[in-house]
């Protein structure tokens, strides 16, 4: 098995039909950031989902290996922190915010892989070994209650619940059924007051509206089941006022901090 | 014979550890290594020692030239003097020598004829991976402590003309002096002489300390953690009514 500093491609959760409640589960929240794998062997080094740096990106993270022991792989969340909250939206922009790299599995440690002890023992690990502390934080999870974290997650406005069977093993690069999200959406009735020509594929987008604020929520694809009215087709111009405006219900994962939806999409419509 | 020891520093620095804080946001400042020709962060991987020459160029020194190594770490005694045979000026770092399980018995052999005797031990060690001189002395009741010492060539010999003078002094002026002297004598006495100074910073920051700002760092942290903890308690409200119901 290679050394630490080699990139391990990360496992990967498939998203559940239903959230579960399981004994032999453990659920920690889903934190809306960039995946990161820590490795520090004296060197320290970060890598994206992908395998990328991201020590550059992040060069406030450079002194994450001095608060652990080495040699030592992790598994990680890099997340952008404002007002209480993580946003993804300083991370994806690079603002000058606080970062921190909330810590989740442990794939090496005592100078051995440990890729396929199950996760209860390299969550143990990690708790000895790990303390939060500079830009490190280790992650909680809860035992066996999935749907109320996932409550208590969407009420908190966070992404969703990450839910991991306490016997899996370490899968690397593998989207596993061990590991599923659970992800808290939100739903709303809102306005589409105009449709808008989509630049290059033809298509139309819907701009959404939010019916108590009036402020915009994003544009989303037409729905198929809606077809586009005579007078439209004709038209040559972009944007298009629908007098009276559209009714549709929307879901979203979450609003970005400038109000406008993220995963967004169209769940129905009416006239 | 060998005596198992460990070491513990006997002074403390009477400094007080301060930072340097940015006061826009209070965060800790950082150093970074930069190269001003590249105008790049230098890597640790990227750094070497370097030697300036009168000349100006650089000697460039590989890790096992410039610090001799060693993983020994045992004192050796070499010779034993008067305590008075050594300037005060060769006088380093201060030490406690605590016999480890096993050495009680040598350790306090030692401590005692070096007591009787009078006597110091001189001694060579590798500290902190320098080899370096050391004394050993006894201190009562019955306790050891070791000076690292400068090494002896160490001492700049400029200073040794300073007192040199054509000035001519008279028995009378002797005299005088001496019995002021002698007048100002007293026992020294440690109490007599607190540091004062280091008192009433200690104070003053005593004093700030109730408006002290969290680092903005470990706030964040806190945050994180907290919500992590709300979350969990909300999680167990819920599976309590839910038993309830």
């Known amino acids: 098995m290679r050394e630490p500093g080699f990139f391990v491609p990360p496992m990967l959760a498939v998203t559940a039909q239903e959230p579960f409640d399981d004994s032999q589960w453990i659920y920690e ?22 395998g990328h740096d991201l020590l550059t990106q992040f060069p406030d993270l450079q002194d994450a290996g001095t608060f652990l022991p080495f040699p030592m792989v992790l598994d990680a969340e890099l997340v952008a922190w404002i007002d209480g909250h993580p946003s993804f939206a300083a991370l994806q922009r690079k603002e000058p915010v606080p970062h921190r790299l909330i810590v989740f599995d442990c794939l090496f440690a005592q100078n051995r892989w440990v890729l396929h002890e199950p996760l209860a023992t390299r969550r143990a690990l990690l708790q000895e070994r790990v303390q939060s502390a500079g830009p490190l934080v280790v992650s909680e999870a809860v035992d066996g209650q999935g749907l109320a974290l996932l409550h208590a997650v969407r009420e908190q406005g966070l992404e969703g619940v990450m839910a991991k069977d306490r016997h899996s093993l370490y899968h690397p690069g593998q989207r596993v059924r061990f590991w599923q999200k659970f992800l808290a959406e939100y739903r709303q009735w809102a306005l589409v007051p105009y449709v808008s020509r989509r630049k290059h594929h033809g298509g139309w987008l819907w701009a959404i509206v939010s019916a108590e604020t009036q402020l915009p929520l994003g544009l989303l694809p037409a729905p198929r089941s809606w077809s586009v009215p005579e007078e439209l087709q004709q038209t040559s111009a972009d944007m298009v006022p629908l007098n009276p405006p559209l ?18 999409r169209i769940r129905r419509w009416r006239r | 014979m060998a005596i198992p020891i460990q070491l513990y520093k006997a002074m403390d620095d009477d400094k007080i550890t301060m930072h340097l804080l940015h006061v826009v946001c209070g965060s800790r400042i ?20 370097g030697v300036e020459l009168p000349d100006g160029r650089y000697v460039i020194l590989q890790p096992d030239e410039d610090s001799q190594t060693s993983a020994d770490r045992t004192i050796n005694l070499v010779s034993f003097h008067q305590l008075g045979e050594i300037d005060p000026v060769l006088y380093r770092q201060a030490y406690w020598v605590k016999p480890l399980p096993g050495g009680e018995k040598a350790y306090r ?24 001189l050391s004394v050993i002395r006894p201190v009562p009741p019955h306790v050891l402590m070791l000076h690292s010492l400068y090494f002896p060539e160490s001492l700049r010999e400029e200073g040794r003309t300073f007192g040199q003078t054509t ?7 002797r005299d005088m002096a001496k019995m002021l002297v ?19 910073l200690l104070e003053r920051i005593e004093a700030l300390a109730p408006n002290a700002q969290p680092a903005p760092d470990a706030r964040v942290t806190k945050e994180v953690l907290s919500l992590m903890e709300q979350l969990r308690s909300s999680v167990e409200q819920r599976t309590q009514r839910e038993h309830q119901a």
Request: aromatic share 8%; hydrophobic share 30%.
């Open chain 1, 29 to 50: 929240v889903k934190w809306d950031g960039y995946r990161c794998q820590i490795h520090w062997n004296g060197t320290l080094r970060l890598y994206s989902r992908q």
């Open chain 2, 109 to 132: 052999l030692l401590t005692d004829t070096l007591q009787e005797t009078r006597t110091v031990g001189l001694a060579t060690m590798t500290l902190r991976q320098k080899f370096s």
């Open chain 2, 182 to 200: 002698t007048q100002m004598q007293e026992p020294f006495v440690e109490e007599n002489y607190p540091n004062l100074a280091r008192r009433e």
């Open chain 2, 30 to 49: 950082q150093y970074r290594k930069h190269c001003p020709v590249c105008d790049v962060d230098v890597q640790p991987d990227d750094v070497v020692r």
């Open chain 2, 167 to 173: 000035a001519v002094i008279s028995e009378k002026e």
């Open chain 1, 247 to 264: 009714h549709a219900e929307v879901s979203y994962r979450m609003l970005t901090d400038t109000g406008r939806m993220r995963h967004g």
